[in-house]
């Protein structure tokens, strides 16, 4: 069954690859045989692009900056002209803004949609343009377990989540007798930079801690085998799918 699992010979896109999550996916589709474009801000870290050229794969740095609809619209045929196709898509960027309701700034509400939702929206259109023409694809979203519950002041955060589970499905819906596989990761409470004023509250984390089923905080690393089985063959017939990486929190 090994084979099944490859990616030599594809090439995947990640955006939101400088830290955390997306950093692991994307060297994890590396690790397991993709050439991968790094979709990302001219004056971020491009220390990943190393480590992937030493494992042998080609990597491109690809500006993206996921504020920018131009550039996000731009990205897709600037890697398929510089790594010759897109097989494999990873919206991973994303962030969260804190506060109570009833003081939540519109600026703050329309940037968090813009990253976690639109961007995305934007870049899945216009991989599944190649995708569907192609009659292969492989778009990977990330969710949360914020898709499902309603968390604690973050109205944006959780609607875009929210978002992103129904596109899921939707564009599911629409490509998968196209060839064009989407489903979803769906994280828990992860160790990142996102999460670090929750870590630092140590009451807080630990009341996270001890509902977690597994008994930890994921780590980005988690990520790597469920993001390669979903971009490969072995995931052939699983489309539209939400699958919870998130030590068990939501069966609590």
């Not at 474009?37 to 494992?55: F, H, K, M, N, V």
């Not at 994280?187 to 930079?193: R, V």
Request: aromatic fraction near 6%; charged fraction near 20%.
């Amino acid at each position: 069954m090994t084979h099944a699992f490859d990616l030599a010979g594809k090439v995947a896109a990640v955006t939101g690859a400088t830290r955390g999550i997306g950093r692991a996916i994307a060297l994890g589709l590396a690790e397991a045989g993709a050439d991968v474009a790094l979709l990302q801000r001219a004056s971020g870290d491009t220390s990943l692009r190393e480590e992937i050229l030493a494992l042998g794969r080609r990597c491109e740095v690809i500006p993206c900056d996921v504020l920018d609809n131009a550039q996000v619209r731009a990205c897709v045929p600037e890697t398929i002209h510089r790594l010759g196709g897109l097989d494999i898509l990873v919206p991973c960027a994303g962030i969260q803004h804190r506060s109570p309701s009833v003081d939540f700034a519109e600026a703050d509400w329309d940037r968090v949609m813009q990253v976690n939702l639109k961007s995305v929206w934007l870049l899945c259109q216009a991989a599944g343009r190649h995708m569907v023409e192609q009659g292969y694809g492989k778009i990977i979203m990330i969710a949360s377990v914020a898709s499902f519950q309603g968390g604690y002041t973050v109205p944006a955060y959780a609607a875009a989540k929210g978002g992103i589970a129904q596109l899921t499905k939707a564009l599911a819906n629409e490509w998968s007798s196209l060839g064009v596989n989407v489903n979803a990761l769906v994280p828990g409470y992860i160790d990142t930079d996102m999460n670090e004023a929750l870590i630092a509250d140590a009451t807080r984390s630990e009341q996270i801690g001890v509902r977690i089923p597994a008994g930890r905080w994921g780590s980005p690393d988690d990520f790597k085998g469920p993001a390669v089985f979903l971009a490969s063959d072995a995931a052939a017939y699983v489309q539209g799918h939400l699958l919870a990486v998130d030590g068990g929190w939501l069966g609590r």
